[in-house]
């Protein structure tokens, strides 16, 4: 018997320190997103051009969701990060005098396509934290107009906010989400993330029996490649 505990013990130990060095010495964290690099000048769109309904480009469009997670067993924690191209809406770009702004923006993102690099966390968040089994979409929609900065029509970045309805987790919040934008090609990209304590949706960060837990904060990230609808 007394063997049999060692035996037992022993493998436990391998098993905890195994997973343990692929967190700290194999796994890839995802980079956090960011506006792509141009290696030729981009050339400036009429006003006109620019006019008109734009739709999330897929799958270069990815949303999803970055966390802090720690295992038990190592002394600090990594980033979980979670993401998906189901994305669908549209943005409505409209002209008043010389002034270009986005009037109209709503999206929806199917959180059960989520994936990360671990299935297990996958299956999980259908049952915690997001709860996608029993939420599984979530959406926004734009509460005011944004103005396009003159810069923009010639491929320069620049920022932006949008202040709109998130709605996640069956809970709707106004938020503002900050932006960069710029013009790819034919292509308007758009990055942008937001952190939000888990609470202002009514959700728990996850914890599996105190082994793997979730720090209180989550971020939604976001790169959308948006083309003019024809």
């Known amino acids: 018997m007394r063997r049999a505990i060692v035996l037992v013990v022993t493998l436990a130990v391998l098993v905890v320190a195994g997973v343990g060095g692929w967190y ?4 890839e964290e995802p980079g956090k997103l960011k506006l792509s690099t141009r290696t030729t000048p981009q050339a400036a769109k009429s006003t006109d051009a620019l006019v008109g309904t734009w739709k999330p480009v897929s799958p270069d469009s990815v ?4 966390v802090k997670e720690k295992l038990a ?5 990594s980033d979980a990060v979670g993401r998906t191209s189901a994305i669908t809406g549209e943005v409505t770009l409209s002209l008043a005098g010389t002034d270009l702004s986005a009037t109209a923006a709503s999206f929806e993102v199917d959180l059960t396509t989520l994936k990360s690099d671990i299935g297990q966390r996958d299956n999980r968040i259908r049952s915690l934290g997001l709860e996608s089994a029993r939420f599984p979409i979530a959406t926004f929609k734009l509460g005011q107009p944004v103005a396009v900065p003159v810069a923009a029509r010639a491929g320069s970045p620049v920022k932006v906010e949008a202040v709109g309805d998130l709605t996640l987790h069956g809970v709707t919040k106004r938020v503002t989400i900050p932006l960069d934008a710029q013009l790819t090609g034919d292509r308007i990209e758009l990055v942008g993330n937001l952190t939000f304590p888990f609470r202002d949706f009514g959700m728990d960060p996850p914890n599996i029996a105190s082994f793997v837990t979730v720090e ?3 971020t939604l990230e976001l790169q959308l490649f948006l083309a003019k609808a024809r």
């Not at 700290?24 to 796994?27: D, G, T």
């Not at 949303?63 to 970055?66: F, H, L, Q, S, V």
């Open 24 to 27: 700290l010495f194999i796994r």
């Open 63 to 66: 949303a999803g969701y970055r």
């Open 73 to 77: 067993s190592l002394p600090a924690r």
């Open 216 to 218: 209180p904060d989550a």
